[in-house]
């Protein structure tokens, strides 16, 4: 496979499950009408923040594979933080279960995390790639403790 379609695959099979799963939460999404704690960005942000931090996702995965660098440990950690990723939004909005999707989240932190070593072990860049994501996990962790917190 060309490297473009390489790329190119890495990069719409995040983008792409962020939609659905943007799709599947759009009508339940109650964001505006939560108490919310210090710090919170406007909702605009969020769309915008996710598909870059989908495309970063894609572009270090696509980095790696590129490079023939992706082992079974790798796509295993890659393609399930991706699911506890997409579940997360639909615990969090769909159902409301805001408790539970603050521990789910911390899985999803967990898995970042050795996705981010994991891949930085194989290649530093697409290791720093996924920085951002890190950081909004742990933004977001906080976001959904404090308004679980603050709205049960």
């Known amino acids: 496979m060309s490297n473009f379609k390489t790329y190119a695959k890495s990069i719409l099979i995040p983008v792409i499950v962020g939609g659905v799963v943007g799709l599947i939460i759009s009508g339940s999404i109650d964001y505006n009408s939560l108490e919310k704690p210090f710090l919170v960005p406007p909702s605009i ?7 870059i931090l ?3 996702m894609g572009v270090s995965y696509g980095l790696l594979e590129t490079k023939d660098l992706l082992d079974s440990r790798a796509k295993i950690i890659y393609y399930v933080q991706l699911f506890v990723n997409a579940l997360w939004s639909i ?3 769909t159902l409301k279960w805001r408790l539970f999707a603050f521990i789910w989240i911390l899985l999803l932190a967990f898995l970042v995390i050795l996705m981010v070593a994991e891949f930085y072990k194989k290649n530093k860049t697409a290791g720093l790639l996924q920085i951002p994501y890190l950081l909004w996990t742990l933004f977001a962790l906080y976001l959904n403790l404090s308004i679980y917190l603050l709205n049960k």
Request: hydrophobic share 75%; proline share 8%; charged share 0%.
């Open 45 to 51: 942000l969020f769309p915008i923040v996710w598909t």
């Open 54 to 56: 989908y495309i970063l």
């Open 91 to 93: 615990f969090f909005f």
